[in-house]
């Protein structure tokens, strides 16, 4: 029978590779994510998880390490956090351009200045169109059902794409909550073992990573392009799959809290959706129809499925968590999605963003009853008066 455990996120996480039966695990410390290396390199050093734990001189090594690891065959994992994350930028393309679906579990933190351990959204978010599947869990016990289901997507052989598999630092990473552990042989039924179809094998050489002339680099982005075109379609089936077989009820790319009569919403991804869960209702009990919309995958971006749900309100605010300077809209990176998403439909809503949960700042309950003060008015009048507000730096809010 499936247990229920107490887990903070890392550790989630770890289980979850674990479960996965990830045979190559390479690592290099930086927290928060450095939690879920902890938690790997005890299970293989006790012998419950077989598997070659190498320890890389930087992050940049450990994701060589990763990708070469799935080249040969094997599954492999490794991760990192804010700057880490940052300086294995070199990598990433190549990964998804060969088309080796490893994982690299992210625990957010900001980017210096300041550094700081927490939240901040921005240091894999300046990864997002490297050609990886990207989303952040709210929940431990949502990292733990991510990272099995990242690799089931990113190694079906339609696919075949590496995944960030995010979550929040230290609101997700550090802080415990139940966690419903599956069987091994739930998850065996789930995930088949993995099979790339072109290896690094002597007996049959292929190219890996060559060097190219111009003209022939199109056609491998455009391969990549029609991969991900492919993916919304593959994540709906494997989602059907995940939920059938462990009994959850994940939506494929959206999560939708008490939306059915609400006249805004909040737009979230990440570990403050749970703050914003209570303060839609509490502002419910004030008689205020506030609602909250999920992002679960931030790549591939679910345009039609954001479109046809958020043209259902009056007004949209988008939570940032990440800074985009000198953007279109002069703030974070959801808007800009969010607009262009909306961008065809009759009638959209009127839409504004919010600079919350910057360097690993607490996005609390009062500043969501602000934000919601905004978007009532916006409700109210069909515009917005601004585009960006700096939380408890803009009048009001």
Known sequence: MAKEMFLAGCSAAAYGAALARVEVISSYPIRPY??????LSKLVANG???AEF???EGEHAQVSIAYGAA??????YTGSSGVGVAYAMECYSPAAGGRLPCQMAIADRALDPPGDFGSEHTDVMGCRDQGWIMGWAETPQEVLDN???YYRIGEDPRVLLPQFCCQDGYFVSHIPGKVVMPEQSQVDEFLPPYKHPHTLDPNKPISHGPQIYPDQG???DLQRAQAFLDVPAVIEEIIGDFNRIFGRDYSPFLDEYRTDDADFVFFIQGGHARTARYAVDHLREKGVKAGMVKLRFMRPFPTEAIAESL???KAVGCIETSTSYGGAMKGGN???EVRAALYDVDNPPAVTSFMAGLGGEVVSLEEFYNMGKVLAEAARTGKVEQYVYWVNFDHGV
């Open 34 to 39: 450095t939690g879920i290396m902890m938690e």
């Open 48 to 50: 419950d998880l077989d």
């Open 54 to 56: 190498v320890h890389g």
């Open 71 to 76: 080249a040969a065959g094997a599954r492999a």
């Open 147 to 149: 990272t099995i289901i």
């Open 218 to 220: 199109p056609a491998i």
């Open 311 to 313: 043209s259902k309100f």
């Open 334 to 336: 959801l808007i800009h």
